[in-house]
């Protein structure tokens, strides 16, 4: 069984016992042991199945890591933050997804207007199952509790990801940009409803629906 664990805060330690573990392409730093890599892209099942995005074309590449000692990955200095999954989903957006156990099921699902917003298609990649998902973010990612008295609204450019019963919406709004006069018209925000959790990364990506 792969054991997942956090070496500081920008790296990813997987301690591997003639197992495997999926994670993105190019995302290894070092290892330790004997590993094989086995680059896999395309659609289909596990990891693979996140890879495309039906309406751009894009796909991401991802690799199998099996053997035996402890691999390291990291990505552009990115913070990385351990997700465990007891049976629920796991949405997340392809570029935010780092590494997962064998465990966890992937795929993709329709995410509508939400997802052109942030120029990132109309699809987001879900993980689910029993197991360990790391997923990066820019700075330390929050999580932040939504409930039925307590919804909640973020930009599209600072959403990472979401687990638990929770309905979305795209809204617009005028932001602050707009307001202070850096903006260039109505902004767009993404409201959740529901039970779950959110994880936000303390910094916006740029983003379609963030300015129109």
């Not at 290894?28 to 693979?48: P, Q, S």
């Not at 202070?180 to 994880?199: A, C, D, H, K, P």
Request: glycine share 16%; with cysteine; net charge neutral.
């Amino acid at each position: 069984m792969a054991v997942f664990r956090l070496h500081g805060s920008r790296v990813l330690a997987v301690d591997l016992a003639g197992d495997s573990v999926k994670a993105k392409n190019g995302a290894m730093v070092a290892y330790d042991g004997e590993m094989t890599f086995k680059k896999m892209t395309g659609g289909g099942e596990g990891l693979r199945g996140l890879v495309t995005r039906r309406v751009t074309g894009e796909a991401m590449a991802v690799m199998e890591v099996k053997g035996h000692g402890t691999c390291y990955f990291a990505d552009r200095a990115t913070e990385i933050n351990l997700v465990r999954l007891t049976g629920e989903k796991l949405y997340v957006e392809a570029s935010n997804l780092l590494a997962t156990e064998p465990s966890l099921r992937t795929g993709t699902t329709f995410t509508g207007l939400r997802g052109a917003s942030q120029g990132n298609g109309l699809f987001t990649t879900t993980v689910e199952g029993t197991g360990q998902a790391a997923i990066m973010s820019d700075g330390p990612a929050i999580v932040l509790r939504v409930s039925g008295a307590y919804p909640l609204t973020v930009d599209p450019g600072a959403y990472v990801a979401h687990t638990g019963q929770l309905r979305r919406q795209l809204q617009s709004a005028v932001g602050w940009r707009t307001l202070m006069g850096e903006g260039s018209g109505e902004s767009f925000q993404i409201r959740f409803e529901g039970e779950g959790l959110v994880y936000v990364q303390p910094s916006e990506r740029d983003t379609i629906g963030g300015q129109l």
